[in-house]
């Protein structure tokens, strides 16, 4: 049974350490040179950004009161020495808790909250404490009357519902604001109720921009989140597995489609679902229109089915809704409408109906538990059976007492996704079905809590899936750690790949064993920063080099440098056959020479193992750099197999490494 260690270690500072394009199209039907227009990518570069320009908040702000709480944080109401307005901050704390997220919501509010549908931006700030460690302040436009979602909650509470010309006044003013980002290249990729504030006035405001802003062709998809569950696109959520698809801003469209039904319905669809299971509903099920269609007008309805249009291609942008019947009746009214929305948010503030959003709705009560309790032994067969159901309903894990069971379903499943890292965070193990993310964010919080190091311990047999789910353990706990350096964040994903190129194999059931065990040590700061990773292995399968059983292959890396040296036709400058495979991933039972050269993969997994080999800081004495490098590592390896008794393959071996070594 081979085992893969992953040990988190607290350490002190000074220890060094695939995504689709989005496609910004507005519609078949516009003119060609808009749509390559609205293509482009919003120019925002990558820079941390520098304390030392912030400017430091006690000269000018006073936190009143605590008012919410953000994804980094807690959001105050603070007041201004100087004039007495008030505003919201968010307050990020710890400092190393701020990733390419806040810088990207910091460049957004920055350049475009300059719209009246936008939450106005005054000002980002830097407040120093040694102790703590120092916190960013992002002060906001404080919007006193809530969110929509919670406007609609409270009238459903006291018998009431949003009247349809509030609700086009509504939609027309987040399609304003949804227009003003998509003109500037950005999906906002987390529209919903929450993300809509209100002001006591009745105005009507889009925030958060964190989601909103990996929009570059490389970080698209790289540890962040892409939306809400309830609210996301079928495109959106297609994307995590299906590599060549891309989505483009009517993503948006989407999201306020179903923000639509929020308003009427006060929730979203499947909200009686947890989110895990939506995400398997949304892409599959039919596009989903109001609870009692009948209760509302035909323009009501016949907008929500222009937003939900599965096929984005066939969606109309922001642009194309605002002249639909349903919002223009909202267009030369706005101010009447704007009272008496005012008047609705007054009036639900002196009733004190506060109404709280679910962080995370319960789960249906099931035949199917999560848990098979450890207070007794249940008999094999029921233990059995039980997974057995489970994994006919695509439940893959179990918890059994403290182990969490993992089967492996010989499929893509859509649920590593950042979104899910997000929803698995600091939460309890039963507020979530089983998932390899809680283990990972269990191990951390044990690690953070108790400052003590923290060990998880794959085991399976060979297909059981402990290459993936070591993969997965260390994407969820680089999500938590939360690097800075998204370098470092790129080395630590890529060890795994990278070593189990030089370990895993092709065996008679597994195309993918590995074929010795790993010992990973992720490090981390007293805060919880990740700050680097080191690999070992250990009962390497070494006879597989010199010889493997029948129908059985070397390890992968051979394979891998051969191909990518056939097709870049440099194998006679390394004095590697072109006829024939070399003896060491030759076989007398299979045609490898046409399987080898024909291969695609290999060819891909070389170019991909020579770029991580480059981005990994490697010690001198191992560098495999250079093709030099990597074409003699073969001969080497047989090298020292037949040195211990010549034979008349030592010659030839001999001389073509003097010639390379130049020795």
């Known amino acids: 049974m081979l085992l893969l260690q992953t040990v988190l270690r607290r350490a002190s500072l000074d220890i060094s350490s695939l995504s689709p394009r989005p496609d910004f199209g507005d519609g078949r039907a516009e003119a060609a040179q808009t749509r390559r227009s609205l293509y482009g990518l919003y120019p925002y570069k990558s820079s941390m950004i520098g304390m030392e320009n912030l ?15 953000g994804t980094y944080g807690k959001v105050y109401r603070v007041t201004n020495k100087k004039d007495g307005s008030q505003a919201a901050v968010k307050v990020l704390d710890p400092i190393n808790d701020v990733d390419e997220e806040i810088e990207a919501e910091y460049n957004i509010l920055r350049s475009l909250s300059n719209h009246p549908n936008v939450v106005k931006f005054f000002g980002m700030f830097y407040k120093s404490d040694n102790q703590a460690g120092g916190q960013l ?20 509470i006291r018998g ?8 086009s006044y509504i939609l027309y003013s987040a399609l304003l604001g949804l227009q003003h980002l998509h003109n500037n290249r ?10 809509i504030l209100l002001t006591t006035e009745g105005g009507v405001k889009l925030v958060d921009f964190g989601v909103s802003a990996q929009l570059t062709s490389a970080r698209l998809r790289r540890n962040t989140s892409v939306g809400t569950p309830f609210w996301m696109a079928p495109e959106v959520i297609a994307c995590e597995q299906q590599y060549d698809y891309s989505y483009d801003a009517r993503c948006d469209v989407w999201s306020l489609g179903i923000t639509a039904i929020e308003l009427a319905d006060g929730d979203p669809p499947l909200a009686e679902m947890h989110p895990v299971k939506a995400l398997f509903k949304i892409p599959r099920n039919p596009s989903p229109t109001l609870r009692n269609p009948e209760e509302w007008c035909r323009s009501f309805n016949y907008f929500i089915s222009q937003c939900l249009i599965k096929d984005f291609e066939a969606r109309p942008s922001v642009t194309h809704l605002l002249e639909h019947p ?29 109404t709280k959003t679910k962080s995370s709705l319960n789960l249906p009560l099931t035949e199917s538990l999560d848990v098979v309790p450890a207070l007794f032994t249940p008999e094999c067969e029921t233990i059995i059976s039980h997974l057995q159901k489970r994994y006919d309903e695509l439940q893959v894990y179990t ?19 950042p979104q899910f890292s997000k929803l698995y965070h600091g939460m309890k193990r039963a507020d979530n079905p089983p998932h390899i993310f809680a283990t990972a964010d269990a191990a951390y919080r044990g690690m953070v809590t108790f400052c003590k190091d923290q060990c998880i311990i794959i085991s399976g047999e060979s297909g059981a899936g402990k290459t993936e789910s070591a993969h997965l353990i260390v994407q969820h706990l680089t999500f938590l750690g939360k690097a800075n350096n998204r370098t470092l964040r790129e080395k ?75 097709h870049q036709d440099k194998l006679k400058t390394y004095s590697l056959p072109d006829r024939t495979p070399p003896r060491y991933i030759d076989s007398q039972h299979r045609t490898v020479m046409q399987d080898i050269v024909s291969s695609k993969l290999y060819k891909e997994l070389f170019g991909r193992r020579s770029d991580r080999m480059r981005g990994i800081t490697c010690k001198p004495d191992f560098s495999l750099q250079s093709h030099e490098a990597r074409a003699l590592k073969p001969h080497l390896l047989i090298l020292n197999v037949l040195c211990a008794k010549m034979t008349p393959h030592s010659t030839p071996l001999l001389s073509i490494l003097s010639n390379k070594l130049n020795v």
Not at 55 to 69: A, L
Not at 400 to 409: C, E, K, R, Y
């Open 55 to 69: 400017g430091d908040p006690s000269g000018n702000w006073d936190i009143v009161e605590t008012i919410g709480k």
């Open 137 to 156: 302040w992002l002060v906001l436009e404080l919007c006193n009357g809530g969110s929509v979602t919670e406007l609609i909650k409270g009238l459903l």
């Open 160 to 167: 009431q519902r949003l009247q349809e010309p509030v609700i």
């Open 186 to 195: 950005i999906i906002h990729r987390d529209v919903k109720g929450n993300n």
């Open 326 to 354: 349903f919002i223009k009746q909202a267009q030369g009214k706005d101010v009447a409408l704007q009272q008496q929305l005012a008047a609705l948010i007054l009036e639900q503030q002196e009733a004190g109906c506060k």
């Open 399 to 417: 918890y059994v007492g403290d182990i969490l069971i993992a089967l492996n379903p010989f499929q893509n499943l859509s649920i590593y996704s």
């Open 492 to 566: 630590i994903l890529q060890v795994n790949p990278l070593v189990e190129a030089f370990g895993n194999a092709c065996t008679a059931i597994n195309d993918n064993s590995s074929r010795f065990g790993k010992y990973l040590e992720m490090k981390f700061t007293p805060t919880g920063a990740v700050i680097g990773a080191k690999i070992s292995e250990y009962l390497l399968e070494k006879s597989r080099v010199i010889k493997q059983a029948t129908g059985e292959k070397n390890f992968h890396i051979f394979y891998y440098i051969y191909a990518g040296l056939y």
